[in-house]
């Protein structure tokens, strides 16, 4: 099989600019959505079965349809609604930190309530609010246990990702194709654009671990 | 300091508490009693409103916990508790644990309470564990870190909820020696606990109770050794 490196080396800075691009989405994802998550969160937490019933639906709404079909969405309904001319970029920030906020949520709620009841018990007993037991007692463990939810989570996004090309934000994915449709050959900027994000989960995965290790310590 | 008025409290259709009334005097020591399931800790637990209430009235120095106007934070700053599990914050050192809430509760220093801190770790005779973390700790320090974070907020009131009841038999000595001391400084206690020898030497007053009620108290040497009710009896005969 010949292997036609040239196109590779034509494409090198534009996969390089891709793989920035596609780091950049997943961490605006993965940070908006952490902030939109916890309070989704705590929101889907509430004791009042009215006051939860957004918050669930928006969970329910978010995992239970295809990030694909929730980009299409964003980008060619919600955003031409808020933008003159809507940019594949933003949609794609919109559209990855929605998905993921609703993973998010559930990683929170999961960690919040595992931690057990005495804790809250002990904190409230203390004269201290139940904003203060949250943030001084509850969150600080709840986080150590969401890391490796929370990175798994981080992983998926950086594969997701690549589902935003189809609404030309140019990311790794997006050159990728791009190369695909100029010379009609599969394996060379396929395969390329594989071995890119899996450089990008592997350390991102490596990375994880350590930190992982360095909190069970404590 | 603590006054109970007709407490009745439910979980669902069981009710727990049917009609609790009781006084409790300042730098007074009250042990409760009773068989599981009787409602004591239950009781206990209603006095910092740790445990909601569905009737009657709880008046801790003052203030009705269940009135609008209280705020129950307040109430808690004066009303310290003891758990049988000890809740100790697991990512904070023994330290911290003691000096957070005097930080961000009682806006006290971070010299002062940890002023405070090391006094009370001190008297508690653990005054080399300040800097460990919790899971270090056998069962018996565990649960005198506790006391000890309990104490820091200079509390009127201390509530100890079978505070024993899950250490190892050779460590409860240390810690019901703890509460001897307190009793003898003259804090005001309540105590759940199965440890009839601490309830008759340190009790001001025993409370017996069972199935929702308070059935018999008195000094603990009256009740001890002469007790008035059949199901007082056939409880002591049990555990003494």
Same mark, same amino acid.
């Given at each position: ?218 | ?24 005097? $300042? #730098?007074?020591? @009250?042990?409760?009693?009773?068989? !599981? &399931? ?10 910092? /409103? ?77 005054? $080399? #564990?300040?800097? @460990?973390?919790?899971?270090?700790? !056998? &069962? ?10 309990? /104490? ?77 009710? $059949? ?10």
């Amino acid at each position: 099989m010949d292997f036609r490196w040239d196109i590779l080396q034509e494409y090198a800075p534009f996969f390089l600019k891709g793989a920035l691009l596609t780091i950049g989405l997943s961490l605006a994802g993965i940070i908006i959505g952490s902030i939109l998550g916890l309070a989704i969160g705590l929101g889907k937490m509430s004791p009042s079965k009215i006051l939860k019933l957004p918050f669930v639906w928006y969970i329910n709404f978010f995992r239970g349809t295809p990030l694909f079909v929730q980009i299409l969405l964003i980008h060619f309904g919600v955003m031409p609604l808020i933008l003159d001319t809507p940019q594949p970029i933003i949609s794609a920030i919109v559209a990855l930190s929605l998905n993921s906020a609703a993973y998010i949520a559930e990683i929170f709620r999961a960690g919040i309530q595992s931690i057990d009841r005495g804790q809250m018990e002990a904190a409230r007993s203390l004269g201290m609010t139940k904003v203060q037991s949250m943030i001084y007692i509850i969150l600080p463990q709840a986080l150590k246990r969401m890391i490796p939810p929370f990175g798994n989570e981080f992983i998926v996004l950086i594969k997701d990702s690549s589902l935003v090309s189809i609404i030309a934000a140019p990311e790794l994915m997006y050159w990728g194709r791009a190369a695909q449709g100029q010379y009609f050959r599969v394996w060379e900027p396929y395969i390329t654009v594989a071995i890119l994000y899996l450089v990008l989960t592997l350390t991102l995965d490596k990375l994880l671990q350590y930190i992982e290790k360095r909190y069970s310590n404590q | 300091m603590i006054q109970v008025k007709n407490l009745v409290k439910s979980f669902g259709d069981l009710e727990v508490l049917k009609g609790i009334n009781c006084e409790i005097k $300042e #730098k007074e020591v @009250v042990v409760v009693i009773g068989p !599981s &399931g009787s409602g004591k800790s239950t009781f206990l637990r209603c006095l910092n /409103l740790l445990e909601d209430f569905q009737d009657g009235e709880v008046i801790i120095d003052g203030y009705k916990l269940k009135d609008k106007e209280t705020d129950i934070n307040k109430v808690r700053e004066e009303v310290g508790m003891v758990f049988q599990r000890f809740n100790l914050f697991p990512h904070m050192t023994v330290l911290d644990n003691i000096t957070l809430a005097p930080i961000k509760v009682r806006k006290w220093s971070k010299e002062k309470a940890t002023e405070k801190a090391l006094e009370l770790l001190r008297k508690v005779g653990l005054e $080399e #564990k300040a800097h @460990v973390y919790p899971d270090s700790l !056998s &069962g018996g320090q565990a649960q005198r870190v506790a006391i000890a974070r309990a /104490l820091a907020m200079e509390p009127k009131v201390m509530l100890f909820d079978e505070p024993t009841s899950a250490l190892d038999p050779e460590m409860v000595g240390e810690v019901l020696a703890v509460m001897k001391q307190l009793a003898k400084e003259g804090m005001t206690m309540v105590v759940v606990t199965h440890e009839m020898g601490f309830a008759r030497e340190v009790g001001d007053r025993v409370i017996f109770m069972d199935g929702g009620y308070i059935i018999e108290e008195a000094e603990p040497s009256q009740l001890f050794d002469y007790p008035q009710h $059949e199901r007082t009896k056939s409880f002591l005969s049990k555990v003494l």
